[in-house]
């Protein structure tokens, strides 16, 4: 039999293919993007002005600045892109013949392939930033006037460590709740597309159209019923478990985080129970 | 003779119809037997449950003395269709995927079959013609030192000559103890390598015979398999 590690770990390298091109085409696109920018502003002033101080940084500090500035606004698209194909593509593999006569049961493979998206996404995002990082990086070595503009904002910006230890906490607790989005949002697409899957193979219309069309209709629709109420009982609950007027700072994104993972734990054994019963391989 | 793959009571249904009704199988080790059927009869049905890949069913699949889906799978070697790979994937980035999740995966027994097919590693799979693919599958199904060879129609797209020589050393591919399952329509080119002959007829195993019973009562396997549906073409 194979070990979960393994099977981990080659549908990583399968999801970060198309990672690597979706980094790829984004640092193509920005670099593209700003060119165009800088060419219909005639170049800029080739200045950067925090308040009332401005700075010199020339036409190649403007581009690195400008560049930083696009890659990072292009996060929201390749994160987007990613998450969409990312969706598509686990149910895809969960239904090949080829991954499904792995050696492995259906709960560890199911589990494999969701937490490799997820940590396909981590890595995408710490791929770009860690780009974004090294344009800024290599702005500071070769512009004065970026390296004098980067040292103004960072002065007199000294915290405490209790100011550290807080946007730590929140920084912390923020990542959580998108990561345990993610995976809720993977388990619903999935819980939606096992149900479908169970239910048109259990009806004995198996070649019409239409049915199946008013199936998938009619489970979306009892599906997003199902879960608003969820989501109500919980918001319920948290009126009833804390007073929100009295909660302190990071309270809320506690609490949140506790509904997510309870989502995800609940969503994720449905998933896994409709995986292993119903989901055959096409 | 030691029971390698064990079916009992087996019912498998899909859209509310009977595909397999009542299936009771028994294989021993080291056989080569011939599952036959006409089209729709269930051939590729039973061996889906049995590999794993077909679900919901009621009964029992026992292989190599495991009941878990997980355990049979790795004591299995299905042909498989590449779902799982695009179309401009290479044959060694497969064979890495083989390598590198299967463990009873041989690279040197697949480079031997790889040649004898005329097969290029650094060919893509949608450089390959229906037989080339057919060719493939069944190398990279061989390649696995398996208990129970699932061979479902292997041979519809390899032209004559090839699968004449690719059904003679099929016998040498495979260990001793190992034995193959196959489904195929080509029944007289296969005849020799059998030692016995399973038929799905109405949704159940109407038939498990040994290819020297059948030659005892008639001229040849495919007389006693076209016989059993004489009746119905009238």
């Known amino acids: 039999m194979i070990s979960f590690s393994k099977v981990f770990k080659e549908l990583f390298h399968v999801k970060n293919r198309v990672v690597h091109m979706i980094v790829l085409l984004n640092a193509v696109a920005s670099i593209i993007l700003t060119l165009i920018m800088l060419t219909s502003s005639n170049g800029g002033k080739g ?37 969409i194909w990312s969706s598509v593509a686990n149910e895809k593999i969960g239904r ?22 997820l940590v396909s996404y981590i890595y995408m995002g710490l791929l770009q930033v860690a780009i974004i990082a090294l ?25 405490s460590n209790v100011e550290v230890a807080e946007i730590a906490q929140g920084l912390i607790l923020g990542a959580l709740i998108v990561l345990l989005s993610t995976i809720l949002w993977y388990l619903l697409i999935g819980i939606y ?73 609940v969503f994720g054994g449905l998933n896994i129970f409709l995986y292993s019963r119903f989901v055959e391989a096409k | ?24 199988l028994t294989l021993d080790e080291g056989k080569i037997i011939a599952l036959l059927g006409e089209n729709g009869a269930g051939k590729t049905s039973l061996m889906r449950v ?38 401009t994937t290479k044959i060694k980035e497969v064979v890495n995927f083989y390598e590198s999740l299967y463990s009873d995966f041989s690279e040197n027994e697949f480079d031997e079959l ?4 005329k097969l ?25 030192k398996a208990d129970l060879y699932l061979l479902d129609e292997p041979f519809g797209g390899i032209d004559a000559m090839a699968r004449k020589k690719i059904i003679n050393s099929i016998i040498l591919w495979k260990e001793d103890k190992a034995t193959i399952l196959i489904s195929d329509h080509f029944v007289n080119e296969i005849s020799t390598l059998l030692d016995e002959v399973v038929i799905i007829k109405n949704q159940t195993v109407f038939a498990h015979k040994s290819t020297d019973e059948i030659r005892e009562n008639h001229e040849s396997i495919e007389e006693y398999y076209e016989g059993l549906y004489e009746d119905e073409g009238e």
């Open chain 1, 47 to 83: 200045q950067i002005s925090t308040g009332s101080r401005a700075y010199e940084i020339g036409n190649f500090g403007g581009f690195i600045l400008v560049l930083a500035g696009v890659m990072a606004m292009m996060i929201f698209f390749t994160s987007a892109f990613y998450f």
């Open chain 1, 96 to 117: 090949q013949q080829t991954w499904q006569l792995l050696p492995i049961s259906s709960s560890k493979f199911y589990l494999a392939n969701i937490l490799s998206s």
């Open chain 1, 135 to 159: 344009d800024l990086l290599f702005g500071i070595m070769v512009s004065d006037g970026i390296r004098k503009w980067v040292n103004y904002i960072f002065s007199g910006t000294e915290l």
């Open chain 1, 193 to 265: 597309h096992y149900l479908t899957r169970a239910a048109i193979e259990f009806m004995p219309f198996a070649g019409n159209k239409f049915i199946t069309f008013l199936i998938r209709v009619v489970l979306l629709v009892a599906f997003i019923y199902a879960l608003s109420m969820i989501l109500n009982v919980f918001s319920d609950a948290s009126r009833i478990i804390f007073d929100p007027s009295r909660a302190q700072a990071f309270d809320t994104m506690y609490l949140a985080n506790l509904q997510l993972l309870i989502l995800d734990i």
């Open chain 2, 1 to 24: 003779m030691t029971n390698l793959l064990k079916i009992t009571g087996l019912n498998y249904k899909k859209n509310q119809k009977y595909i397999l009704r009542d299936v009771n």
């Open chain 2, 50 to 87: 049995i590999a794993g890949v077909a679900k919901n069913y009621s009964g029992q699949v026992e292989l190599a003395g495991g009941k878990e889906e997980a355990f049979r799978k790795a004591h299995l070697s299905f042909t498989d269709g590449l779902s799982g790979f695009g179309d």
């Open chain 2, 114 to 117: 790889r040649k004898f097919m």
């Open chain 2, 120 to 144: 290029d590693l650094d060919m893509r799979l949608n450089q390959l013609s229906r037989g080339m693919r057919e060719k493939l599958i069944i190398a990279l199904t061989f390649a696995r």
